[in-house]
Structure formats: C-alpha cells, structure tokens
C-alpha cells in the first residue's frame, strides 16, 4: 500500500461517515466541515492504531529522535534544552504510549465533534508538531554530516544519505515513508488544522455531551490497554515486520542483495562536452571499446545506471558475529532443520560491578637448542623453569536480579530441553565486550554460545527483551515474548513435527 492509497480509503470513509451525520443523524452544520472532521479523524485513527500495534517500535523511533536533537541543541546556544532528550529517550516507552493513546483519542474527538474549541487547538498543536518532527527529517538532507542542523550556512544540496532520522514512523512499520512525503502530508494537514481554528463553531457534535465522553473515556482506557497488551504482555497482535512468523530471512536477504546489485550496476556512460555540451549516451560495452575518442580533458563522464533504485528491507542488514568479530550469519541462515535464537536487545546491567580476587598462575619456561645424538642436526627443547601464583583484582559486571531470572526460570529451561534432544541454541545481543557477555552467561548459567549484531535490527526482529526465535532452514517459524514462552514439549509438539 502507498500513502495515496491509503489516503484515498480514508477519503472514502470519511464521505460515508459524512453522509450518515447528513442524511441519519442531521448533525452537520457545514458540509465540508463535516467532511474535514471525519477525513482528519480517520486518518488520526489509523494512524493511531497501527502503531498501538507496536509501541515499542515507536518508542525506539523517539528514541532515534532523541538522541539527534541532543547532539543538535548541544552544540548551540540553545544548549540548556539538550540535557532533557536523555530525559526523554529514557522513558521513550512512556512517551510513546502516551501520544499513540492521545492521537486516536484527538481522531475520537474529531469525529465526535466533542469540545470543538480544545479540539481544534490540540489538532493544530499536534500537527504543527508531527510537521516539525518530518521537517528536520527531511530537511538534514541538506545538511552535510558533520554539519549541525543550525549551521545554515554550510548546507548543500540534498542528499538522502545525509538524513539522520530515515523515516518518521508515523504508520509504524505498516508503511514506511519517504521523509519527503511524511512531510508534505504533515503541511498538507496543516491547512484543515487552520480552518479548525477559525471555524470550530461550524463542527458537528454526535450524541449527547454524556455519551461522548463515556465514549473517549472508553477509547483512552482501551487503546492504553491494547498498547500495554502489545509489548508489555505479548509480542504486537499484529506483525508488521520483515521478521515476522513465516518470513524466508535466507532467500529475501538473497533476492534482497541481488536485486541491489542490479540496481546498482552502470549500463551506459553519458559523455558531455565541455565546450560545446553535446551530449552523447554510449552503452558501456561501446564506451570501452572507444573511450579513447573522448579524452577526459574535453568530456564530461556520468554513469547511467538501467534498473530502477531497489529499496532494501531490514532483512538485507542481517549480520551476525561471534565474540571475535567473525561473520556467523550465513551459518544460522543455512543451518539445515530447527534452531533456537535467543534474543537480547540489551544486557540490564547494575551501575555498580563486583571485584573478585583470583589467584593465577605465571610459568617461566628456559629454552634450550640441543644436539640430536647420533646426528648432525638440533632441536629447541622446552622445559618450566619455575611456576609463580600471584592474586589479581578482577572486576565483574552485575545484572539486575529480575532480568537474570528471565533466562534462569524461563529462557534456558526451554534452551536445554532442546539441546538435550539435538535441536542447535544460540543467543544474540547487542554488541558488548566479550567479558561482558562471558559474565552474563556465568550469571545465568547460559551453556549455549553467544552473538552479537547491531541492537536496532534485534529490535526489529523482536520486541520483547528477552524473547525466543524458532527458525528453520533459513525461516522464522515462530516468535516468543518473555512472557509467553510455553516450554519445550509444547513448542515441539506445536511447530517441530
């Protein structure tokens, strides 16, 4: 779906939720008013809704935000705001839940027609907001890196690549945006948001005050409950993502990657004359053959490339490294039958470590270049000299309690009874030394080796932290949220036949 489809469904609910105010209830004043009222509403609603779907994919999206407009403000004199994006991005989850619930309540609202005046001024606010949200999305385009956002004078040409933030998130991962189009959706909605304004005495108003505000009331609690129902208790009721249950991750990363490839190959060379700027277009076999007749000093030399851009999926990122840094990815894609892949996002540590004494040994070795007897040749023959222990202070990193018994009473029952019945587990985390991790498989007493990628695609393979990935030859079988891992014996009776 694109965003003019999508635009054009909400378009036609809006002409029949505008003919039944007309025609069922006689409630509007002013037709296009009214029309106004429910296009906006709708469009809040599903907007809303495909990202209570996912809050924490939201949520992760804020946090993207954050951390740009701090570095940003912090470099400026405004840079007093700076120290609250921290702030923010630490209770991003909160944040998130709080604006998915208040745009589906404003659409609510809209639709109603209730408190036309608050209405009209939350609407404006929010859409001014959302607008400069897409607007420095889009806008960095212009900015080179290392370039802070208020340096105007140090803008160039856009760039996609130059953008901080790649999509604004405002359908969640039902459909990603250009930030462009976000953009010029968010100014396009500016105009209806303005007329709000000046004109809310025109809004219709459906059923009684009392109804309308047993009807938010309900909305708020609901929708608060189904964003809770979607990270807190359950993996999203609907799953958006490339990683979804059933997704081929081995075959897409490969169509994916070949598809990239061609879109990146050059097919032909466009030449322009310096002097008189003819332009001539050579396929490339032909330009080889006599690119000596335009030298570089009279010709100027462009790459044409035949295949439309491929847009590639969080799948194409898929990468996975052990401890040493070396590539493991094409041996979990490949790995014949079933597997579990325990995912961590991030590894809950405490701010304070524990520091151990351990006692070590140092052996002292001599070296000796020895005759052979009976021939002319030599050996080097080594013998220990002596062995010293000493003690050495070692610092070991501490991890909340709660988050230790995740894995202890849950995840690594599950991950034993499967290795006991020859099925291969393995755990995947965000980057961290290797000693980290080495603690926290002693803490948890995780057997099963441990890998590393980059903490956003974890995020977009699974919300919860911990959670479990049952793969198969390449595929995603099935996924599991913290909280609703059943054990071994069920998940094989259920998904490995």
């Not at 965003?3 to 939720?17: D, K």
């Not at 926290?440 to 903490?455: G, K, M, V």
Request: with cysteine; hydrophobic share 45%.
């Amino acid at each position: 779906m694109t965003i003019f489809t999508l635009l054009l469904y909400v378009a036609i609910a809006a002409v029949i939720l505008t003919a039944a105010t007309a025609f069922l209830y006689k409630g509007q004043k002013n037709w296009l008013m009214t029309y106004l009222q429910h296009f906006c509403g709708a469009l809040f609603i599903f907007s809303g809704y495909v990202k209570a779907v996912d809050p924490m994919g939201t949520a992760f999206k804020m946090e993207q935000y954050f951390q740009e407009f701090y570095y940003t403000f912090s470099e400026t004199a405004m840079s007093f705001i700076a120290p609250i994006f921290p702030w923010m991005s630490d209770h991003s989850i909160s944040i998130s839940v709080g604006m998915i619930v208040f745009e589906i309540v404003l659409g609510i609202m809209l639709i109603l027609g209730s408190r036309a005046k608050l209405t009209s001024w939350m609407f404006f606010l929010l859409v001014a907001f959302f607008t400069v949200l897409t607007g420095f999305t889009y806008l960095t385009g212009y900015v080179p890196s290392g370039t802070n956002f208020f340096e105007f004078s140090k803008w160039g040409e856009w760039v996609e690549t130059n953008m901080r933030v790649t999509d604004c998130g405002c359908f969640g991962d039902f459909l990603k945006l250009k930030p462009k189009i976000s953009f010029y959706k968010d100014v396009f909605l500016l105009f209806p948001s303005v007329y709000f304004l000046f004109r809310h005495k025109d809004m219709h108003q459906l059923f009684t005050s009392k109804v309308r505000a047993g009807l938010i009331t309900l909305t708020t609690v609901g929708f608060f409950i189904f964003c809770l129902r979607n990270f807190v208790w359950n993996e999203p009721v609907i799953d958006f993502r490339p990683f979804h249950a059933g997704a081929d991750v081995r075959n897409e990363k490969i169509y994916e990657m070949e598809q990239a490839d061609l879109a990146n190959k050059v097919t032909a060379y466009q030449l322009t004359n310096k002097s008189t700027s003819e332009t001539v277009t050579l396929p490339i076999e032909q330009y080889l053959s006599e690119y000596k007749n335009y030298p570089k000093e009279e010709w100027e030399l462009k790459q044409v490339k035949g295949n439309p851009p491929f847009e590639t999926s969080k799948i194409s990122d898929f990468e996975v490294s052990d401890l040493e840094g070396n590539s493991v990815t094409e041996e979990i894609l490949d790995h014949p039958g079933y597997s579990f892949m325990v995912v961590s996002y991030k590894l809950k540590t405490l701010e304070n470590t524990k520091v151990s004494t351990v006692t070590v040994q140092d052996t002292v070795f001599t070296i000796d270049t020895v005759l052979v007897e009976g021939t002319n040749t030599t050996e080097i023959v080594k013998n220990i000299a002596s062995v010293n222990t000493r003690e050495i202070k070692k610092e070991e990193t501490l991890f909340q309690d709660d988050f230790v018994k995740k894995f202890t009473e849950t995840v690594n029952p599950i991950a034993e009874a499967a290795e006991k019945a020859g099925v291969k587990v393995f755990g995947v985390t965000a980057p961290n030394s290797p000693e980290v991790i080495d603690d926290f498989r002693h803490a948890t007493q995780s057997a099963y080796p441990f890998y590393t990628a980059d903490d956003l695609l974890i995020k977009t393979i699974q919300r919860s932290n911990p959670g479990l990935v049952l793969w198969k030859d390449g595929k995603i079988v099935q996924k599991w949220h913290i909280n609703k891992m059943p054990d071994f014996a069920t998940i094989k009776a259920a998904y490995m036949p």
